[in-house]
T-cell receptor
Framework: NAGVTQTPKFQVLKTGQSMTLQCAQD?????MSWYRQDPGMGLRLIHY???????DQGEVPNGYNVSRSTTEDFPLRLLSAAPSQTSVYFC?????????????FGPGTRLLVL | AQSVTQLGSHVSVSEGALVLLRCNYS??????LFWYVQYPNQGLQLLLK??????LVKGINGFEAEFKKSETSFHLTKPSAHMSDAAEYFC????????????FGKGTLLTVNP
């Protein structure tokens, strides 16, 4: 298994540009989540999904959209990038079953918005 | 609402010394608790988790943590620090059955001196 994969690894955007951060997992996990990591802030939840076709907002959802058309993929869209969205973005996945509570994290995408 | 407080944004120890990283949580319901480690420019790796079984939890790389409900704490310890333990450590909490919504502390950077 490749686990959780994210592309790209690094991206530079100009203010106002749009882009999609890709996330995929091959573990057949029902749950998927997006977090952003900023210095001194830890990780904060942006959006999450409990299954295909079901998404919901986390702590910091403004400026981001998500969709989940398949179990494997959970892309994060920035419609109009702002410098405040400069961050490291992590995707994570996990299972529903008791005893399988661990969230597995991808390697991250570093985003710089100029 | 849930929250996590990690006391000390930076902890420095000598190689071979005890490692103690502090985590206190707030939760209105019985929580799941996690410790993750992040090496430079990498994703997060689970060290250990508490999911209401034994209160003393053993993890990878010789780390362990004890859930103390009366103190709302979940401190991470390792008897003898190794140079390879230098990393950032994050404590996180979730509600039971909601492992896709982790609330993280702000992290503690561990430095190990030779």
């Amino acid at each position: 298994n490749a686990g959780v994969t994210q592309t790209p690894k690094f991206q530079v955007l100009k203010t106002g540009q749009s882009m999609t951060l890709q996330c995929a997992q091959d573990m057949n996990h029902e749950y998927m989540s997006w977090y952003r990591q900023d210095p001194g802030m830890g990780l904060r939840l942006i959006h999450y999904s409990v299954g295909a076709g079901i998404t919901d907002q986390g702590e910091v959802p403004n400026g981001y959209n998500v969709s989940r058309s398949t179990t494997e993929d959970f892309p994060l869209r920035l419609l109009s990038a702002a410098p405040s969205q400069t961050s490291v973005y992590f995707c994570a996945s996990s299972m529903t079953h008791s005893g399988q509570e661990t969230q597995y994290f991808g390697p991250g995408t570093r985003l710089l918005v100029l | 609402a849930q929250s996590v407080t990690q006391l000390g944004s930076h902890v420095s120890v000598s190689e071979g010394a005890l490692v103690l990283l502090r985590c206190n949580y707030s939760s209105s319901v019985p929580p799941y608790l996690f410790w993750y480690v992040q090496y430079p420019n990498q994703g997060l790796q689970l060290l250990l988790k508490y999911t209401s079984a034994a209160t003393l939890v053993k993890g990878i790389n010789g780390f362990e943590a004890e859930f103390k409900k009366s103190e709302t704490s979940f401190h991470l310890t390792k008897p003898s620090a190794h140079m390879s333990d230098a990393a950032e450590y994050f404590c996180a909490v979730s509600k039971r059955g909601s492992n896709y919504k982790l609330t993280f502390g702000k992290g503690t950077l561990l430095t190990v001196n030779p």
